[in-house]
């Protein structure tokens, strides 16, 4: 308790406000639905785009829905979506790099490739494409974003461990006869998940976006469900009268992916900080 | 710093861009393959497409021969990559024109927006980015780094959704939906593409800023500028002079990756204006399955994104003779 404490100590008020986000949509994502007033898809209100009341705290969107029985609900798909595929591609970039890295040669020369080629297909072209290739479902909603950030998590897991194999220890693993894996996952690993750890939580707000944008074109997660994305998307017609129905969940994803991005942050090592 | 080498690291330069430009271009033919094999997976095509849910299978045997569709992968691929060297990505399948006279209508819209909007984001991801670097730890250099932060992380849908509450429909100064027409004035033009600009550069900005700041600290550091303060330049001649050469290479790179962007990531922002540049073109393209005119415009935009990165590499040569002895 006493080292959570001094952690705690030590973060700047912004890496503070960053964490109480992240764990606030975390702890919605997983008892949101137990909290929610109204099922999901039920018509509880007469108007649509009524303003906060005490009936309906967030007001009711463009069917006269409960506004917040939705974005609990629809928190869910966009914090476990994205948390998934952003561990997906840690996973799968870590892996290749770690793989290029010990490898070299030609072998690293060809992942690299590879990767570059991935990259330079624009990531929002690239998920519109396989969406309209295999329909949208949830399955490929947590495969696309994965795939797409598969090269950014590369390229920084491998310039880290190219500096490390290197290194001395490493050398001497080498000629003691380990083999691969175990100097991946023994020797270089366990000297880069710093670094890894803050990609990820960049790799989460990346995707966070990246789902909220394909769900604001209408081909993320689809009807009957929701995320936050389609929540906006849905409301969009309310903008002009300025409904909560529009403004809440558009607000939900600016404070989840701030609040990542302030935390990450916060944790940068000081020589870097500003 | 560049004026200052000596005449001899001038040569092996030309080698050196000539292995970064061949290494682009098997990048290009490389991702060619892969957009070629994407679009291949699209279920149903452009036969089936064109005659609609009535025709026969006869029928769309007879028009995919027709069309060239049943011949094997790898012959339309060769084909389909040495007409495009050639500049001519073929006949359009849902519209019937040439996909190069379709094209040729939408990119001037696209690479208007995108100049623009380069514009306006480069000397201010600069402005904050030098600013921030040499307030270092204080107020303004928090405050910055806050707002950068945010901006990074704000949905692009939400800052244009802001944008037109605020600016068209509470203020009424600016049209909602740009519309781009030939005989439009420019200062039409630019008011009726204000919002589209605007909402771009929110998303560019922070992440320019950001790389600027970074690779500017990270040069005040350096020794030689404390030799600099110590004999006394004024410190707007070290930051602007002694440093900005050294920090230039990782600037122009962050802004190549940042810029890129700006053509195939305008996706959102084209949707919501109704902006009639090349990233809607592609959607619609997706969405009738009109092979060709995805494939051409799935090749700019990778293309386009290969050529910046190249420039980012080439000045980072230029700027840093270090880099020419590799």
Not at chain 1, 180 to 208: S, T
């Amino acid at each position: 308790m006493s080292r959570v404490n001094a952690f705690l100590r030590a973060l700047p008020p912004s890496g503070r406000i960053g964490l109480a986000l992240v764990a606030f949509w975390l702890l919605v994502a997983l008892a949101g639905p137990l909290l929610a007033p109204h099922s999901v898809g039920a018509f509880v209100d007469q108007e649509v785009f009524s303003n906060f009341s005490g009936r309906f705290p967030l007001g009711s969107d463009y069917l006269g829905r409960d506004v917040l029985s939705r974005l609990l609900w629809g928190a869910r798909f966009t914090v476990f979506l994205a948390l998934g595929a952003a561990v997906l591609a840690s996973l799968a970039g870590t892996s290749l790099a770690l793989f290029a890295a010990i490898h070299g040669g030609w072998v690293d020369e060809l992942v690299s490739r590879a990767m570059d080629t991935l990259n330079s297909i624009p990531s929002k072209i690239f998920a519109l494409v396989l969406v309209a290739a295999f329909g949208s479902s949830l399955t490929l909603l947590l495969v696309i974003p994965a795939i797409t950030y598969v090269p950014g998590n590369f390229r920084i897991a491998r310039a880290l461990a190219i500096n490390l194999v290197t290194l001395d220890f490493v050398q001497v693993a080498r000629a003691r006869g380990e083999r691969a894996l175990h100097i991946a996952l023994r020797e270089v690993l366990p000297n880069m998940i710093h670094p890894l750890l803050a990609d990820l939580g960049l790799r989460f707000v990346f995707i966070v976006l990246l789902l909220s944008g394909l769900s604001f074109l209408g081909l993320g997660v689809q009807p009957p469900y929701a995320d936050l994305g389609s929540l906006v998307r849905e409301n969009v017609s309310g903008l002009t009268e300025g409904a909560p129905a529009i403004i809440m969940p558009a607000l939900a994803i600016a404070t989840l992916t701030v609040g990542a991005n302030l935390f990450i942050d916060a944790l940068k090592p000081v020589e870097d900080k500003p | 710093m560049s004026g200052a080498a000596p005449a001899r690291s001038a040569l092996p330069i030309f080698p050196l861009v000539a292995k970064r430009v061949g290494s682009a271009l098997i990048t290009l033919l490389l991702v060619s393959a892969v957009i070629f094999t994407i679009s291949g997976l699209l279920p149903g095509d452009a036969a089936q497409e064109t005659l609609g849910q009535s025709a026969t299978p006869e029928q769309i045997t007879a028009l995919r021969h027709e069309m060239g569709l049943d011949r094997p992968a790898l012959t339309r691929y060769a084909e389909w990559l040495a007409a495009i060297a050639r500049g001519d990505p073929g006949q359009s399948m849902v519209a019937n024109m040439p996909v190069r006279d379709i094209i040729a209508q939408r990119l001037p819209n696209s690479l208007m927006l995108a100049g623009f909007t380069a514009l306006v984001s480069v000397p201010l991801a600069l402005l904050i980015g030098i600013a921030s670097a040499i307030n270092r730890g204080g107020k303004l250099d928090r405050a910055l780094n806050i707002a950068t932060l945010s901006m990074v992380a704000v949905p692009e849908f939400l800052v244009a959704t802001l944008g037109v509450l605020i600016f068209s429909v509470k203020m009424l100064w600016l049209p909602s939906i740009a519309l781009v027409s030939q005989e439009a004035t420019w200062s039409e033009t630019l008011r009726s593409c204000a919002l589209p600009i605007l909402t771009l550069t929110v998303v560019v900005v922070a992440q320019m800023a950001r790389m600027t700041r970074a690779a500017v600290a990270d040069q005040l550091d350096r020794p030689y500028v404390e030799m600099a303060r110590l004999k006394g330049v004024p410190f707007r001649r070290i930051v602007l002079v002694h440093t900005m050469p050294n920090a230039i290479g990782p600037i122009v790179n962050a802004m190549a990756l940042s810029l890129s962007y700006l053509l195939g990531g305008a996706v959102i922002v084209e949707t919501i204006f109704n902006f009639p540049g090349l990233a809607s073109l592609m959607v619609n393209a997706v969405t009738s399955r009109d092979m060709p005119l995805l494939q051409a415009c799935a090749m700019i935009f990778c293309a386009a994104y290969l050529s910046l990165m190249l420039l980012a590499d080439v000045v980072a040569i230029l700027a840093n003779p270090r880099l020419r002895e590799r």
